[in-house]
Every structure is written in structure tokens, then in C-alpha cells.
């Protein structure tokens, strides 16, 4: 009697999968697959509301991604004249910088104690150099910046240059900004111009 109940079942089953096919069950599940993977402008401006409001920024930045990974929100945006990204990772309650790393005499040092902690293996910073600091602003704050220079290692960027930021939110929670570009080709103008708008 088991033997006939469980190819009863396997038929009926067969049977529902075939339905769902013939009906369009496939592309469902195809459509709901490219859309997380792929999802629309106004998904990826809906998420990265969680990070800040960007809906004041530039028509000439392009937001990218945002998405949540391992209890961070970040967002990556791309000035599409000049192929510079910025990214803005809400570290929520976890200290990774705060904005008197980045005003610290040891900013150096600082910034590589934390590069250190985040590795990736098809990539590495090595030979980072601070040149400059200086404050701009965002959050609709006055925040302090490091301007470094670097070289990655395992990818074919070669040398990058930009800004690390940090800014506290309203709710005391850490903002950490970048904005990186391909060797000498990175401006403070375009960043300031980027990063002013969020709030």
C-alpha cells in the first residue's frame, strides 16, 4: 500500500510541476531570479535609503548598487563622465573608523590597521600613502578626509588615488565614504560635488 501511495504521489507531483511550467511558472521563477540579481533604478534607490537620502544628487552620478552584506548597507555610485566611484557603507554600531581616525596625526596607520582587517583574495592594497587631509562636507556636516594613494595588487588597476570620510549620523551610527579613481585621475571636486547632496 506504501509503494502505491508514494507513486500516487510522485505522479501528482509530476503532474503540478508540468501545469506550472505550461503556465508560465518558469518565467515566474526566471523573472523573480533577474530582478533580485538585476534589480530595477527605483529597487536600488529604494535600498539605498537606508543608507542616506540621495535623492538630491547630480544627474551626472549614477547610483550603481545597494545592497546589505553581513550587517552593513552600502551604496556605490559612478560619475559617468569621469568613471570615479563613491561608496558609502553604513557600519551601523560597529566602529570600524570614526571621524577622529581620520583627524588623527597616525591617520596613516589607522587606515591600514583597518585595510587589514577587510581582505579580499582577488585583491590587495598594498604601498597606501596618505598625502593630504582636508574636510568637506555631507550628512549636512563638516567632515574631515584623508586623500591617499595606493596600488592594488591582483587586478589590473594598477595605482588608485581618492578620499576615506567618516561621519557620524544623526542616530549615532558610522558612515564611512570613498571615492576612488584610476591613478592620477581622481578629483576632490567631483567628490565634494557627490557627497554634499546626501543626507
Not at 570614526?98 to 588623527?104: G, N, Y
Request: aromatic content about 8%; some cysteine.
Amino acid at each position: 500500500m506504501g509503494c502505491l501511495k508514494n507513486v500516487t504521489r510522485s505522479i501528482f507531483l509530476t503532474v503540478v510541476a508540468v501545469g506550472f511550467i505550461a503556465f508560465g511558472g518558469q518565467k515566474w521563477i526566471n523573472d523573480g531570479i533577474n530582478n533580485f540579481l538585476h534589480p530595477t533604478h527605483d529597487v536600488i534607490l529604494e535600498r539605498a535609503q537606508k543608507v542616506g537620502d540621495f535623492s538630491k544628487i547630480d544627474k551626472e552620478f549614477e547610483i550603481e548598487k545597494a545592497a546589505g552584506v553581513m550587517g552593513y548597507n552600502a551604496v556605490v555610485a559612478e560619475h559617468k563622465a569621469s568613471g570615479q566611484k563613491m561608496v558609502v557603507v553604513d557600519t551601523a554600531k560597529k566602529k570600524i573608523l570614526t571621524p577622529q581616525d581620520i583627524k588623527a596625526n597616525d591617520v596613516e596607520d589607522r587606515l591600514k590597521k583597518a585595510i587589514s582587517k577587510v581582505k579580499y583574495q582577488s585583491a590587495a592594497i598594498e604601498e597606501f600613502h596618505v598625502t593630504e587631509k582636508g574636510t568637506m562636507t555631507s550628512y549636512g556636516q563638516k567632515v574631515p578626509y584623508a586623500k591617499f594613494r595606493a596600488k592594488i595588487k591582483k587586478l589590473p588597476i594598477g595605482e588608485i588615488s581618492g578620499i576615506v570620510s567618516v561621519v557620524e549620523d544623526e542616530k549615532g551610527n558610522d558612515k564611512i565614504l570613498v571615492s576612488i579613481n584610476q591613478g592620477e585621475k581622481y578629483s576632490q571636486l567631483i567628490s565634494n560635488e557627490f557627497f554634499k547632496d546626501i543626507k
